[in-house]
């Protein structure tokens, strides 16, 4: 059984402008000791799925519409508030996209540490401050035992991102959702916690969802990948099925972004046009009005159903395009993306 099963998951936003539909039907399963990778534009609803998960929406304005998300046999979205109060943090933990704003400004480090294991565990002052300044030595705080006394403003960016990333491996949870825990972090840090991370699977068996824009960073770390556009699911499988055998436009045009894989000299390939406004409606695929391929006929309203290539591997056909016909000249290098492996440098190798 997977330790984590969603369902149409369903989380709208009622405004007073109308109704956003952040995440809008979106599924997915994840074992005990795998690695997703959420994918998609900034808006495309990733941060927002995984919020959903441990109830953290705003509510008003923010509703969870439909959906079940189901971990270790527990629906995340029906269970009471004390319930859901003994896995979040224990269970569950989560990495928080902005470490500026994510810490108590008010409170010391060794205080915001230690309040997990506290809550969670049967454990002293003394003995949860030592797995804190551990914590910290960990994800590569120098002076650990003299800095975990520290206040948030005394460290950098970088450094209260690794704090961020401390604190949620700290009771070592059966999930940990990352949500773009790499943002502040330079190349060779990335790296390391990406290995912290690595090596926690494998002596726990800890699931891990990683919300990224770094495709780089997704083709070297994770089992799974999940594609998203407007809120919806545009290609999901394998990180494999999804870098060297992708269907969907989207997928296509996302690959393309990568940096390592541009020409050099040549102006960086950005995706035409601009995300879908999620307060209305997508008629028919979210993605037609930016997709580059050939257009077959006019949306008619229906949204497209998720096809199984097979080995877990689907993707939403939306049949107005000819996604198998050459990309048009300004994109004639996207089927290159397609067809070749991605380079040996990309992802936490770098």
Same mark, same amino acid.
């Given at each position: 059984?997977?330790?984590?099963?969603?369902?149409?998951?369903?989380?709208?936003?009622?405004?007073?402008?109308?109704?956003?539909?952040?995440?809008?039907?979106?599924?997915?399963?994840?074992?005990?000791? %795998?690695?997703?990778?959420?994918?998609?534009?900034?808006?495309? @609803? /990733?941060?927002?799925? *995984?919020?959903?998960?441990?109830?953290?929406?705003?509510?008003?304005?923010?509703?969870?519409?439909?959906?079940?998300?189901?971990?270790?046999?527990?629906?995340?979205?029906?269970?009471? /508030?004390?319930?859901?109060?003994? #896995?979040? &943090?224990?269970? #569950?933990?989560?990495?928080?996209?902005?470490?500026?704003?994510?810490?108590? $400004?008010?409170?010391?480090?060794?205080?915001?540490?230690?309040?997990?294991?506290?809550?969670?565990?049967?454990?002293?002052? /003394?003995?949860?401050?030592?797995?804190?300044?551990?914590?910290?030595?960990?994800?590569?705080?120098?002076?650990?035992?003299?800095?975990?006394?520290?206040?948030?403003? %005394?460290?950098?960016?970088?450094?209260?991102?690794?704090?961020?990333?401390?604190?949620?491996?700290?009771?070592?949870?059966?999930?940990?959702?990352? !949500?773009?825990?790499?943002?502040?972090?330079?190349?060779?840090?990335?790296?390391?916690?990406? !290995?912290?991370? /690595?090596?926690?699977?494998?002596?726990?068996?800890?699931?891990?969802?990683? +919300?990224?824009?770094?495709? &780089?960073?997704?083709?070297?770390?994770?089992?799974?990948?999940? +594609?998203?556009? @407007?809120?919806?699911?545009?290609?999901?499988?394998?990180?494999?099925?999804?870098?060297?055998?992708?269907?969907? $436009?989207?997928?296509?045009?996302?690959?393309?972004?990568?940096?390592?894989?541009?020409?050099? @000299?040549?102006?960086?390939?950005?995706?035409?046009?601009?995300?879908?406004?999620?307060?209305?409606? =997508?008629?028919? *695929?979210?993605?037609? $009005?930016? *997709?580059?391929?050939?257009?077959?006929?006019?949306?008619?309203?229906?949204?497209?159903?998720?096809?199984?290539?097979?080995?877990?591997?689907?993707?939403? =056909?939306?049949?107005? *395009?000819?996604?198998?016909? $050459?990309?048009?000249?300004?994109?004639?290098?996207?089927?290159?993306?397609? !067809?070749?492996?991605?380079?040996?440098?990309?992802? =936490?190798?770098?």
């Amino acid at each position: 059984m997977p330790l984590l099963e969603v369902e149409d998951l369903t989380t709208y936003f009622h405004t007073r402008d109308g109704v956003v539909r952040a995440v809008d039907g979106v599924s997915f399963q994840l074992d005990r000791g %795998e690695t997703l990778g959420i994918v998609g534009e900034s808006g495309s @609803g /990733k941060s927002v799925t *995984c919020y959903s998960l441990l109830r953290l929406i705003p509510e008003p304005p923010g509703r969870i519409e439909r959906g079940t998300a189901m971990f270790d046999g527990r629906d995340l979205l029906q269970m009471g /508030k004390e319930e859901l109060r003994q #896995i979040r &943090g224990k269970r #569950i933990s989560m990495i928080f996209q902005d470490p500026m704003t994510s810490l108590n $400004p008010f409170l010391r480090i060794s205080t915001q540490l230690i309040e997990a294991l506290q809550t969670h565990q049967d454990i002293s002052h /003394k003995d949860a401050l030592k797995k804190a300044t551990a914590a910290l030595e960990e994800v590569g705080i120098p002076e650990a035992s003299k800095r975990v006394t520290s206040y948030p403003h %005394e460290f950098s960016g970088g450094m209260r991102q690794r704090v961020m990333i401390a604190m949620a491996l700290i009771t070592e949870p059966d999930l940990l959702i990352a !949500d773009e825990p790499t943002t502040a972090l330079d190349v060779t840090v990335q790296a390391q916690i990406l !290995d912290i991370i /690595k090596q926690r699977q494998n002596d726990l068996g800890t699931a891990v969802i990683l +919300v990224t824009h770094d495709l &780089g960073v997704v083709a070297g770390t994770c089992d799974r990948v999940l +594609v998203m556009y @407007g809120g919806q699911e545009m290609e999901s499988g394998t990180a494999e099925q999804i870098f060297y055998a992708p269907r969907h $436009p989207y997928t296509r045009a996302l690959q393309k972004t990568i940096p390592s894989l541009q020409t050099k @000299g040549q102006e960086l390939y950005t995706i035409p046009g601009l995300p879908p406004d999620a307060s209305k409606p =997508a008629t028919g *695929c979210a993605f037609y $009005p930016r *997709c580059p391929y050939p257009k077959v006929r006019e949306p008619m309203g229906e949204r497209p159903d998720l096809v199984d290539l097979g080995e877990g591997h689907c993707w939403a =056909a939306c049949g107005y *395009c000819d996604s198998n016909a $050459p990309i048009e000249s300004v994109l004639a290098k996207a089927d290159a993306v397609v !067809d070749d492996p991605l380079p040996v440098e990309t992802g =936490a190798e770098r």
